[in-house]
């Protein structure tokens, strides 16, 4: 009997078998490839989903921790002269200090999310002349040492990269501002020094003119100095500033010296340390549009202060108040302009509802139910400030082979020289 002939040869069997197998391996994949771009789609729509359910505290809280809170101002360490003369020891910061009234301490640090903090190295105007710079150097001195006792909490940086690495290993990023230009006696040598030391910024001026700025209270002064704005050793003074890649603040000073620099060739972004808006409340502390206008040129930024009488020009004021000058200066020179410089520590009063360092989040929080998304508070919390800050070490590493100024400034433009020697040559 013959055998049936095959239908299929085993040849054929195989690539039968072969192309079943093909056949599933192609759905598995296709099938894969569906389940893995319904996740990825999935995904960002449930935490977009999420992210809307969040209450506005809620995302206050997450995009500070996020991105680092940095305050441009806050005067613990003139609480500690004042109220120790700088004796830190007998002061525990883990608790609320015992002064009145009080802003500052590590356990509402930690609870209004503070990323990074410029302290302030602050010497009155009466030091002019006399001994400014001996006790700056004790206010600077204050601030290392607070750092140096608490250093699970603190971390003393002179850099826009240092703030970002304190704030990723969880430290309070601590850097130091010298408020008034007094503080160095107009002597180029003296501000290098400060510079050395580790101030990131010198406010140009204080309540007082210097032999080379004038400050706001000429702006409403029947009695003004001699000169308006930056002299030319002013002008000098700040391209050293700027030569070592040190922030030029802006807080305290007339609009003459604000539009001298900013008219500047060539000047990096500058801040103002804790100023407001003039429009809003029209003390001569607080920044004018013209001049608002001229900082969105410059790529700086405007802190926004919390006293009340440079936010409602009065001895009382409230969140939504503080709010309302954040949105002005939003709206008048665009988001990328405006920070937070509370002044805590400094002031007398605070508003209601912004009573310590611990309530930031309560004010973000109210600014994302006005409105904010993510970008623009992250912008507000630190972005802008850390790209002001890169823009000035920018320019000191573009700078970098010019010489330091030598020029020193000449004794017929120093009012006071009763608490100076002279040197003679042999």
């Given at each position: 009997m013959n055998e049936r002939t095959p239908l299929i040869s085993d040849d054929g069997a195989r690539l039968h078998k072969a192309m079943d197998i093909k056949i599933i391996v192609i759905v598995a994949v296709v099938a894969a490839t569906l389940v893995i771009l319904s996740i990825a789609i999935a995904v960002p729509i449930a935490l977009k989903n999420n992210e809307a359910e969040l209450s506005s505290m809620e995302k206050a809280r997450q995009w500070m921790k996020e991105t680092p809170l940095i305050d441009g101002h806050n005067d613990l360490p003139w609480q500690f002269k004042t109220e120790v003369n700088n004796e830190i020891s007998k002061v525990d910061l883990n608790e609320k200090p015992t002064w009145n009234p009080t802003h500052t301490d590590i356990p509402r640090l930690r609870e209004g999310l503070v990323g990074a903090q410029f302290w302030s190295a602050y010497t009155s105007c009466g030091s002019q002349y006399k001994d400014s710079i001996r006790h700056v150097l004790d206010q600077i001195d204050v601030v290392k040492r607070m750092c140096d006792m608490y250093p699970e909490t603190f971390e003393f940086v002179t850099s826009s990269q240092g703030i970002r690495e304190a704030f990723e290993n969880g430290k309070i990023a601590s850097l130091i501002g010298v408020e008034g230009g007094h503080n160095f006696q107009s002597s180029l040598a003296g501000l290098r020094m400060l510079y050395e030391l580790g101030t990131r910024y010198i406010t140009v001026t204080h309540s007082c003119n210097t032999p080379w700025a004038t400050n706001y209270k000429e702006d409403q002064t029947e009695d003004p100095a001699p000169f308006k704005g930056l002299t030319p050793?002013?002008?000098?003074?700040?391209?050293?500033?700027?030569?070592?890649?040190?922030?030029?603040?802006?807080?305290?000073?007339?609009?003459?010296?604000?539009?001298?620099?900013?008219?500047?060739?060539?000047?990096?972004?500058?801040?103002?340390?804790?100023?407001?808006?003039?429009?809003?409340?029209?003390?001569?502390?607080?920044?004018?549009?013209?001049?608002?206008?001229?900082?969105?040129?410059?790529?700086?930024?405007?802190?926004?202060?919390?006293?009340?009488?440079?936010?409602?020009?009065?001895?009382?004021?409230?969140?939504?108040?503080?709010?309302?000058?954040?949105?002005?200066?939003?709206?008048?020179?665009?988001?990328?302009?405006?920070?937070?410089?509370?002044?805590?520590?400094?002031?007398?009063?605070?508003?209601?509802?912004?009573?310590?360092?611990?309530?930031?989040?309560?004010?973000?929080?109210?600014?994302?139910?006005?409105?904010?998304?993510e970008s623009d508070v992250k912008a507000l919390l630190g972005n802008n400030l850390l790209r002001a800050f890169e823009g000035v070490e920018k320019y000191s590493a573009d700078h970098k082979n010019v010489i330091p100024d030598e020029t020193t400034i000449s004794t017929d433009d120093i009012p006071d020289m009763t608490c100076r020697t002279t040197v003679y040559n042999p």
């Open positions: 050793f002013g002008e000098r003074v700040i391209k050293e500033m700027n030569r070592l890649g040190m922030l030029v603040d802006l807080a305290h000073v007339s609009k003459d010296t604000m539009l001298d620099v900013l008219n500047l060739d060539d000047q990096p972004p500058v801040i103002f340390s804790h100023s407001s808006a003039f429009a809003v409340c029209d003390s001569y502390r607080n920044v004018q549009d013209d001049v608002l206008l001229k900082v969105k040129e410059n790529g700086g930024v405007v802190m926004v202060n919390f006293y009340p009488g440079y936010v409602n020009c009065s001895r009382s004021a409230s969140l939504a108040q503080v709010a309302q000058h954040i949105n002005y200066i939003k709206d008048k020179c665009g988001v990328e302009c405006v920070g937070l410089g509370a002044d805590y520590d400094g002031v007398p009063t605070v508003p209601e509802g912004l009573e310590d360092v611990s309530k930031y989040p309560d004010l973000i929080a109210y600014l994302i139910d006005g409105g904010w998304g």
